[in-house]
């Protein structure tokens, strides 16, 4: 007796991409060098967190970068100072690592929009600005496709409001800005903390950032062809 198996499709995405498809020779070395020099890059970024998120008031303060540039770097502290997760399904340091990167992802939009004006905050912020680069290639070359879920919420910044005050406000309204300078000082001192050895430990399991935001990718995409 003879019998068939047949398969039933459960997903919008055709089945071929469902299915892993063949690896080069020395993907796997290849890919590991990527999520080491990943982590260690990350490592150092949010680290930096801190002073990090003072050069972007600065940035923001100048009204020689574009007023659109001003707003998104304004939502960026924002989705800071809100607590909320750019990779889903992932805290502290990991949780920090998706901050860090919409904020790179606002400065290279800024970067491209007032050239002049930001090459004078790559002397001034040269600690935040000289990394961004290399963090921004080696984040697409280890996060993929799915890299364009924190692309997507990199666009959706100048959006972002937190406790009445829109991140549109506190570029445009003096008494909001001034809001905002307050709440990222205040921030500083009783909600993000950053201990060296914790973020270590925990950007061990950086590969959870790649493999959430990817499963975000596709969920994305499957509800868009349903």
Known sequence: EMRFVTG???????????????????????????????AELMEDAVNALPSDLKSLLRIIEDPEVSEDSRIQLAGALIHVLSRASAVPGVRGSLQH????????LALEKATETSPEAMAVHMESEAELMEPLEEQLKVAREFLGEGMSVL????????????????AEECVRDVDAG?????AVHEALVEIIEIDEDDVHRELKDVARIAKRSEERRVGKECRSRW
């Open 8 to 38: 039933v499709q459960t997903c919008a995405l055709p089945i071929s991409r469902l299915c892993a498809p063949l690896r080069p020779v020395g993907y796997e070395t290849k890919r590991n060098m990527s999520r080491d020099r990943f």
């Open 97 to 104: 690592v998706g901050s860090v990167l919409l904020c790179r």
């Open 178 to 182: 001034t809001w905002l300078y307050d």
């Open 151 to 166: 692309v997507d919420s990199a666009d959706k910044l100048n959006k972002l409001n937190f406790e009445g005050h829109s």
